[in-house]
């Protein structure tokens, strides 16, 4: 413990930035390193050990999307506050210990100030570009203010930034007045509903997944597209031969094939062009809500619906809520060529006008522009995967609870025996200061649909996260403990 | 013409601000100042002429709020471009002969540069405080990005800023706890028609008024609440008889009492308190849509609905897009003490969040508590009644086509004898070059309703605001004159 905090072994098989990243690690584990303490400048360290500078950078930035550093701009980055939990990231160290017989107090549980919250759709901001940031609100706040509403599809400028983002992010060729901006997925599943009712000439029938995306249904429902049908979903996605046996067809599905939500299904390639070989044929929409797909751990991503549809029946639809924030509610709709749609939005458009502000509509466009999302993309997948690896490590291997759903996005399912079970362990874990989903919450018939929990892991820190992990597994292995005895 | 172009006369009965603009006004007018002429600085004018700075300081910005000066931050201010039409400003020069027999081209009629659109619902952003708008940003950008959206009713600090706007600027002493931040009416009107249909258990019934806001209309129609039942309007406003004679009975009324949009009435106190005790009677609710309340021209404006309101049934709708400019998509609701009405109005928000980015939110909380709203509402009011007066000056007088609506708000209503004859004009103006909205296209029955044109007088400068009012005239004034002769 007395010898040197860093040695660089430049014999090492490992690379010299992982070295300083699992140096400055171990030396924040085991205390020699205190929460508060200034951590040497990056010119100091990287002259002192005579590496580069941009590597003490990436290690530095790596170690605060982790949780174990604090970065403020002008101030010297400092050992973050991990108090209570230091431990939990120790190496090979074994869970069983820890079940609580009674539940701890929140704040113990949870890593030391309040609770945490792994319910999915929060994405981590730790690694947001602030400069970059700034700037582009600076640039917006200087465009001359209209006294006009923005355009009923959005801001030119955006719709152009937008359409070059997905030709690299998704590989969809879409051309700016393709795109019509939103106030997010919930404003672009009510502009489609408004839409297709007023196509449809009275209530309109939307398939939706089962288990699925519980309050796009529910704008659905409000929206007076009154009936939602719901589709099963199995390990691939949507069930097309389900879907195919509705009766009324319905107008349009809403489907997430690049990672079905919340299971976590891919849909292949074959299913892709069924589901678009039925929408042909039965003149309906297929929307597809590529919620998460800049977030792919294994394999690559499949193309979008849009990309493989000839017949003018995939919608697109996606935001900035996962990529950047949900703070900032703003998304898009990529229309196919059907101009029977592209009225009835337009008409919507028309009367109710684009909801998201101009200003913002300019600030998002020189983020885009800047390449200042992109980089966040690849900064936050490394923090991304890294917290997958920590969530696979933390909850594999529970007899009767698989973990499933991890291959994308920022969330993963832990399946349980049965509704009461994962409801006692969510009660369990809020009264422990975590905060998770029942998969329950899920599903499209009330009362039916797979058991479980699911978690979102993109948003704390890793110690953080991988304390409440812990208490996760407890808590489940607890409540499957307590099952009567099976005698056969 | 030889004389200096500013004489002060200190034994004028005209105040000494108002002689600086008589005489700028002047030498803009009858070329002595051309377009492109930088003016003196307003120190060295001030020094010349012997008065303090600040009257030139009003001077030049009053000549910019009409049109006749251009000023950009960092570069002299100079006379801005009128050439066609500077005459249009001359004193008590008649209108009568520039009637055109055939349409002029569209850029001559409409002040050399394109069209120029006077429908509703345009406010001037001339007056914004540019300093105050990119510190407000400014500082917005420098809040912490969260990973989570926006509370479902709004940044904290928006709402007590718009409850404190609120109580100075419309005496509605409310809570930041009533406040819900919306992304304007439409959203306002969506959200409340999303939780009066859950409310209702079904269709609910909303009455509204005819002629009235034709979007609000159709956000309501398409938002489920399927059903709206038109009542008629007087010129005081909403006829309250008619109201109480509906069966069943509406669930809500949507009403505009300052100024009623779009024939301008003002409801009086009277029959504000007989709509409440309707209201409170019948169990239904009262939607105050205040579009415009803040620009009262004639006459104190009367307490808002919810001030009125004693058993929790008056809902306060308002926003910033006349205030400031709708670009901004953002306004606000107000909920009475009714908790069934905020349990519907939280459940959809809960399950479709606050659709209004939070930075947004917290730029808007700056822009009010720095008073820049409060500052910005006080100059545009000055600017507008100027302009109201203008158009007074242009279109009083006309036999045919009564001029109506002009109390406050900034909008007006030409009525026309027949839907036909305002189509013609509406066309033929349209082919000029300028903007104006039928009458007709704010009837809540099709087909009936009262006949002319609605003109918003907000926008543009006042040079280019009088060419186009003699436009205006002059088409009303020709279609008048081809109408069939009466024979009695």
Redesign the interface.
């Known amino acids: 413990m007395d010898g040197p905090l860093l040695v660089i072994d430049r014999d090492d098989a490992s690379p010299l930035g992982a070295q300083l990243v699992e140096g400055l690690r171990r030396g924040i584990l085991d205390g020699r390193l205190q929460a508060g303490d200034p951590v040497p400048s990056t010119r100091s360290l990287a002259t002192e050990l005579g590496v580069a500078r941009s590597s003490v950078v990436a290690a530095y930035e790596q170690l605060a999307g982790e949780g174990y550093l604090e970065v403020r701009q002008g101030a010297p980055t400092r050992v973050a506050p991990l108090a209570a939990h230091a431990s939990a990231m120790a190496p090979g160290r074994s869970v069983e210990s820890v079940a609580p017989e009674s539940a701890p107090a929140p704040s113990a549980a949870a890593g030391g100030d309040g609770e945490l919250?792994l319910r999915p759709g929060?994405?981590?901001?730790a690694r947001?570009d602030e400069r970059a940031?700034?700037s582009?609100?600076?640039h917006?706040?200087?465009v001359?203010?209209?006294?006009?509403?923005?355009p009923p599809f959005g801001e030119r400028r955006l719709r152009s930034e937008i359409a070059d983002h997905l030709r690299h992010a998704r590989g969809v060729a879409c051309s700016p007045d393709d795109v019509v901006v939103t106030?997010?997925t919930?404003?672009a599943v009510?502009l489609l509903a408004?839409a297709l009712?007023?196509m449809a000439g009275g209530t309109p029938v939307v398939a939706v997944e089962h288990p699925g995306y519980?309050?796009a249904r529910?704008?659905l429902e409000?929206?007076?597209a009154?009936l939602t049908v719901p589709v099963p979903v199995d390990a691939d996605g949507i069930d097309v031969a389900a879907l195919r046996a509705i009766r009324p067809t319905p107008d349009a599905v809403m489907v997430t094939p690049s990672h079905q939500y919340p299971l976590g299904g891919r849909l292949p390639v074959a299913t892709r062009l069924a589901l678009l070989e039925w929408a042909e044929a039965s003149g309906a929409f297929v929307i597809e809500d590529d919620y998460d797909s800049e977030f792919r751990h294994v394999g690559t991503p499949l193309p979008a619906l849009a990309s493989l549809d000839r017949a003018g029946r995939a919608v697109l639809v996606g935001s900035f809520s996962k990529v950047?924030?949900?703070?900032?509610?703003?998304g898009y709709v990529v229309l196919p060529a059907n101009a029977g749609l592209r009225d009835a939005i337009a008409a919507?458009r028309e009367?109710?006008?684009?909801?998201?502000?101009?200003?913002?509509q300019e600030a998002m466009a020189s983020l885009l522009a800047t390449g200042a999302v992109r980089r966040h993309i690849a900064a936050a997948r490394r923090d991304y995967a890294h917290r997958r690896e920590l969530l696979l490590a933390e909850l594999s291997g529970m007899d009767g609870a698989p973990l499933s759903g991890l291959d994308g996005g920022l969330h993963a399912v832990v399946g349980l025996p049965s509704r009461a079970l994962a409801a006692r362990v969510v009660a369990r874990l809020a009264a422990e200061g975590v905060l998770v989903s029942p998969l329950s919450d899920y599903s499209a018939i009330a009362g039916e649909g797979p058991s479980g929990l699911v978690l979102g892991y993109?948003?704390p820190p890793d110690a953080r996260l991988a304390g409440a992990l812990r208490v996760v597994r407890a808590a489940v292995e607890h409540e499957l403990s307590r099952r009567p005895h099976r005698w056969v």
């Open positions: 919250d929060r994405p981590s901001t947001l940031w700034r582009a609100w600076r917006a706040a200087r001359a203010v209209p006294g006009d509403t923005a106030a997010g919930s404003d009510a408004s009712r007023a519980p309050s529910r704008v409000r929206r007076g009154l950047l924030t949900p703070w900032l509610r703003l919507v009367d109710e006008t684009c909801p998201v502000p101009g200003i913002a993109a948003s």
